[in-house]
């Protein structure tokens, strides 16, 4: 672990340290306090695999897990999440191997641009973590934070329906 | 090839890299030492600027340098041109107006750019903007086109009288008057189809660089096709050739032909960097998106159809004013007349066609082609018009349709607006389409939904499309070192999953597996020439380009076979990936035999290099189509709408890859149902204020808004391609307005509600229900 974040660019003194742990690894930035967590992890940690589509909380394409929980990245500051795991679309899947959300997206071709599709698979892994939607109108109505103007929807709705199937079935 | 043969539901080759946030879009790239650019706007629609003031601005720590249309000027930076050269009925050519790209002492619309401000971060770029002082005049303003046209309207430009840019038709106006007088019924329509953002989830960006020593600019910017950029920004606005422009496209996230235009701060950036010496981006934030992408529709149409005793249609009349905001991007003026009439005529056995088009200025943003570009507006006009006309002649509306449909037997079928159809069989698309939704069975489904005291509604729509776009496409096949095969190709994916399709179709070609196939996009310095993607050209343009390619490839490799192999060329067959002498089994597979001859010439010894490029002409257009067929559910308590059912019969030709296809066609429902039932573009008339400027005021369709779409391919092979292949990317889009729109109609004419215009929102459809004079 060391300092990562050049405080490159920034001018005022009101640089201030945070240590996050980033898809298992601690990282410590030096941002200024009113740096959202969404520009921490594109500008200062070179995560740019979060997107951002609105940066006002009305998109859902810089959702991320933060302990466990999806989130507006774009809508928190990092330095509220001192010491918080952290895990973008990144820390999702293995290397070299697809996590179980990520196949269900292609073999359902559940997008077109790809650019909402990190957002769609994070907020998707933490539906599935909270159990709540069962139905596929269930899935539509608690994915509705995440917009895709390719319109990738229905396909989007499948593969997470199988993919929470898969969830279940396994050991 | 099994794992890429044609026609088959083969998964995207795009797909893991995109998945894992690996993908590269262009804000993603972050070269050392750059700086960010800002855009100081316009907060008038209409104002003449007395002064502005930098000074404060320069002295915020990390500020770079501060712009204005003043120094643009001093260094002979051209606007940004149209390109679309047009006639006016009277033989006059259309008004022709400037468009700087920082303003000239003037601003003309909300989000006019005024200023760039250069910094080390966006934060201090920004809080400079703040600083600079700018004295506004303001002035009138006008949003509404029919207003525009009236004769005390503000003139957004002095000199451009009546806002008219252009009054331009088409059609044979005295047969069209003459089969109007000898109808037996007119049924006339007004609609308006309503502006639309284009709001792809990927906002605009640029990053430029120069190089002073070779005086070359590297543009990494997500377009449609860098070259349209490339062609104008040199020696149009920088007054160099279009070489000196490397235009590099990276990863691109939605376009829906918003993305294939010169903007200004395409322009800026590389005024920037080359004044600077340090690369300079710019990400359009989603609230200056709203104010700086290009829009799509606003158009306000009377269309009349006449009809004989029988119900044939004899001839459709139209006029229509489109709204062509303040300036002219690149293709504004041909959107409403040269694409969108040139569908007028439909599936439909019209004697006669006649259209009248008329272009307007006003205060608001640009309009130029959104997914679909006219054709939308067209098919929307006549399938709305279909349904006013089944409704006054009380014939069924499918029976309307059918007895008017072109059949497979007048193939090729000339228009009236000069289109020659090449094939297309719609009664049986159209019949396909009505098993599938269960057309029949609606009466019960209704029956239940008024139970629960909805009103259902039915709607259809057969729409018919011309893919268009620029007429030639380049590939080019390359074996590479490390055996893969390489494939450099002219158009631009911005998300369509050409890469797979093209990869399917070089395997298919060369026999080689798809994964030695890979395709290369997006870089004018490597692909000297493209036609980029817009108008859902793609597969049937570049297709046929890989087409030509590959057999050459063939031809060489055939010449290169008969030397190593030491046979005759005219002994040596080419199939399933191997060359081989006829009658023997002696042979060399396609890779091996390039790399051959790349391992000959580098050792100075003679080979063939297999390596080609081919030019592909592109001279007919395909025509798309099918039928669309919704069921809405209203509630008419509180006049929410919901789409319960939706199912698409479509002819898109030969489906080389059904998946992908499909995937087209839900994206353009989406889009169409948006356009339909949420998407409202709303100035304020008096201030030109968009009040609709962020996601929660403007309404994309989310995911529980939209039902299954079902969509059934019935492929009619198209005739003037090589591959049959007719173009899927924009026909979603087309079908689905008229279709939701004529099933509400359905669903309110019950209660008297006989016209409603797009976007049906709740609380329009709450207000015709209420002053609905309530029927039995
Ligand atoms: S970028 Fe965070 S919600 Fe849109
Ligand atoms: S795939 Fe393009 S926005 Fe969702």
């Known amino acids: 672990m060391g300092t990562e974040a050049s405080a490159a660019g920034v001018f005022s003194a009101a640089v201030r340290p945070v240590t996050l742990s980033v898809n298992g690894a601690d990282r410590e930035l030096r941002i200024a306090p009113w740096t959202t967590l969404l520009d921490g992890l594109r500008e200062y940690l070179g995560l740019t695999g979060t997107k951002k589509g609105c940066d006002h909380g009305q998109c859902g394409a810089c959702t991320v897990l933060v302990d466990g929980v999806r989130i507006n990245s774009c809508l928190t500051l990092a330095v509220m999440h001192e010491g918080a795991t952290i895990r973008t679309i990144e820390g999702i899947g293995a290397e070299g191997a697809l996590h179980p959300l990520q196949q269900a997206f292609i073999d359902h071709d559940a997008f077109q641009c790809g650019y909402c599709t990190p957002g769609q698979i994070c907020s998707a892994t933490g539906l599935i973590a909270e159990g709540r939607a069962r139905t596929p109108e269930e899935i539509r109505e608690l994915m509705s934070g995440n917009l895709c103007r390719c319109g990738a929807y229905p396909n989007i709705v499948a593969a997470i329906e199988h993919a929470m199937r898969v969830a279940e079935t396994a050991p | ?776």
């Open chain 2, 1 to 776: 090839m099994t794992t890429f043969g044609l026609a088959q539901p083969v998964r995207r080759v795009e797909d893991p890299r995109l998945l894992k946030g690996e993908g590269r879009y262009t804000d993603d790239i972050q070269p050392a030492g750059q700086l960010r650019g800002v855009v100081v706007r316009s907060p008038y629609a209409a104002a003449r600027i007395t002064g502005i003031r930098t000074e404060e601005a320069l002295k915020v720590p990390g500020v770079a340098a501060v712009y204005t249309g003043a120094d643009l000027k001093t260094d002979g930076i051209g606007g940004l041109p149209c390109l679309v050269p047009m006639t006016n009925r009277d033989g006059s050519h259309r008004a022709n107006v400037p468009h700087p790209v920082l303003a000239d002492g003037a601003v003309r619309h909300v989000g006019d750019p005024v200023a760039f401000v250069v910094a080390e971060t966006v934060e201090a770029a920004r809080d400079a903007a703040e600083l600079i002082e700018i004295d506004y005049d303001g002035l009138s303003a006008v949003t509404d086109p029919e207003a525009a046209l009236k004769a005390d309207a503000p003139l957004v430009w002095p000199d451009v009288s009546g806002n008219q840019v252009f009054d331009w038709e088409i059609g044979d106006r005295a047969k069209t008057e003459a089969l109007f007088a000898q109808a037996a019924r007119v049924t006339k329509l007004r609609i308006v189809n309503n502006r639309v953002v284009v709001a792809s989830m990927e906002a605009r960006a640029a990053l430029a660089e120069y190089d002073a020593s070779s005086g070359r600019w590297t543009l990494s910017t997500n377009t449609q096709g860098g070259w349209l950029l490339k062609d104008q920004i040199g020696p149009e606005v920088f007054h160099v050739e279009a070489d000196k422009f490397r235009v590099i496209t990276p990863d691109v996230g939605g376009g829906f032909g918003m993305k294939l235009f010169l903007y200004a701060e395409h322009v800026l950036t590389c005024y920037a960097a080359r004044k600077l010496g340090r690369p300079v981006k710019w990400t359009s934030d989603r609230s200056e998106a709203f104010l700086c992408d290009t829009h799509g529709r606003d158009n306000v149409t009377e269309g009349e159809i006449a009809t004989d005793a029988d119900g044939r249609f004899l001839a459709l009349r139209t006029r229509n004013i489109a709204n062509m905001g303040a300036y002219l991007s690149n293709f504004g003026p041909y959107i409403p007349t040269f694409a969108g009439t040139g569908v007028l005529a439909s599936v439909y056995g019209f004697q006669s066609v006649y259209a009248n088009v008329v272009g307007v200025f006003t205060n608001t943003v640009p309009v130029d082609a959104y997914r679909g570009a006219g054709r939308p507006e067209s098919n929307y006009l006549v399938e709305r018009l279909i349904d006013e006309t089944a409704r006054a002649l009380g014939i069924d509306r499918v029976e309307l349709r059918r007895r008017n449909m072109v059949l497979p037997t007048q193939m090729p079928h000339q228009t009236p607006v000069g289109k020659t159809y090449d094939s297309g069989d719609f009664l049986r698309v159209l019949d396909a389409g009505l098993a599938r939704f269960d057309w029949a069975g609606f009466d019960a489904r209704r029956a239940q939904a008024a139970a629960r005291g909805k009103l259902l509604g039915r709607g259809l729509s057969y729409y018919l499309e011309a893919t268009g776009g620029a007429p030639s496409e380049r590939a080019e096949i390359r074996f590479a070192d490390d055996g893969f095969v390489d494939v450099y190709v002219g158009t631009q994916s911005t998300g369509q999953g050409h890469e797979t399709a093209y990869v399917q179709l070089t395997a298919d070609r060369l026999g080689v597996d798809g994964s030695r196939v890979r395709i290369r996009q997006g870089d004018t310095d490597t692909i000297p020439v493209g036609g980029g993607t817009g108008g859902a050209r793609s597969l049937y343009s570049e297709g046929q380009a890989i087409l030509a390619t590959a057999a050459t490839v063939i031809e060489k490799g055939k010449r290169a076979a008969s030397e190593m192999l030491e046979a005759a060329p005219a002994d040596i067959a080419f199939a399933a990936g191997r060359f081989s002498i006829v009658g023997t089994d002696r042979g060399v597979d396609i890779l091996t035999l390039a790399a051959e001859q790349h391992r000959a010439i580098r050792e100075g010894r003679e080979g063939t290099i297999l390596d080609t490029a081919e030019v592909a002409k592109v001279d007919a257009h395909t025509f798309p189509n099918g039928c669309h067929l919704a069921e809405v559910e209203v509630d008419p308590d509180t006049g929410h709408i919901e789409v319960v059912r939706y199912v698409v019969s479509d002819d898109v030709g030969k489906a080389i890859n059904p998946l992908i296809v499909r995937g087209q066609v839900h994206g353009g429902v989406a889009q169409g149902i948006g356009q339909a039932v949420f998407e409202h573009t709303v100035f304020d008339p008096d201030s030109g204020q968009l009040l609709s400027g962020s996601f929660m005021d403007y309404a994309l369709p989310r995911a529980g808004d939209l039902p299954d779409i079902d969509v059934d391919l019935v492929e009619v092979p198209c005739a003037t391609n090589p591959l049959g292949v007719k173009g899927a990317g924009e026909a979603g889009a087309v079908g689905s307005p008229p279709a939701v729109m004529n099933a509400i109609l359905d669903a309110l004419s019950s209660r008297g509600v006989l016209q409603l215009d797009m976007p049906a929102t709740p609380a329009r459809v709450w207000e015709a229900l209420q002053a609905a004079p309530r029927a039995a």
